[in-house]
């Protein structure tokens, strides 16, 4: 494989897992919460901190930036520290050679490095594995896993908006857009390495 994938995904519609047969299938590394545990070393950050640095954090205070701007700009500067340390992970793997990376706008940042790859977006139309997902590996009850989902699909949405400026889930952001509950997990990954081996049309 000469160029990296980047896998963006809806909750609950398996992306993660589509990583990880990826990176099995073709013997590629897969970033993704061990991307925060080398961030947080490589910056001297603390590695809880860090692991707290998820998708999902833009709902929390770090976000609502101009509140605290004046007030404490130590705790200003954090989410732009952890990206940064996150993006130079990301940046440095991706040049000895071509990984996984699942999220975390490593499609803008290998973009701004110029560095070859694939992006996807993963999404799901079959809405009881979604929910079945949440409540098997997130605990989620039942009959709050719709609003779950939701949830943290707008968190999602927001960290992207936040760093990379573009719009999740606009299929103009991406070279392919996957359907997982209709083709299921091994057809995406045989997409994915089609389209990560294909050249573009001169």
């Excluded at 299929?171 to 045989?190: A, H, I, P, Q």
Aim: aromatic share 10%.
């Amino acid at each position: 494989m000469n160029r990296s994938i980047v896998i963006n995904r809806e909750f609950g519609s398996g992306g993660r897992e589509i990583g990880r047969l990826l990176s099995e299938r073709t013997g590629m590394e897969l970033y993704d919460t061990r991307v925060l545990q080398e961030a947080a070393s490589k910056r001297g950050l603390a590695p809880d901190l860090l692991a707290d640095f998820d998708e999902r954090v833009v709902t929390g205070p770090y976000f609502d930036l101009s509140i605290i701007a004046n007030v404490d700009p130590e705790l200003y500067s954090l989410p732009y520290r952890m990206y940064g340390a996150i993006a130079d992970v990301v940046t440095e793997a991706a040049r000895v050679r071509p990984a996984v990376f699942i999220g975390r706008c490593a499609d803008k940042i290998l973009r701004d490095a110029r560095l070859r790859f694939r992006s996807v977006f993963v999404y799901s139309t079959d809405l009881e594995r979604k929910i079945a997902r949440a409540v098997e590996l997130d605990g989620v009850a039942r009959a709050d896993a719709e609003k779950y989902i939701a949830k943290m699909d707008k968190a999602r949405s927001r960290y992207q908006q936040f760093f990379a400026n573009s719009r999740f889930g606009d299929y103009r952001e991406y070279d392919l857009c996957l359907n997982s509950g209709r083709l299921g997990y091994d057809t995406c990954v045989d997409i994915i390495v089609a389209a990560a081996q294909a050249e573009p049309e001169a």
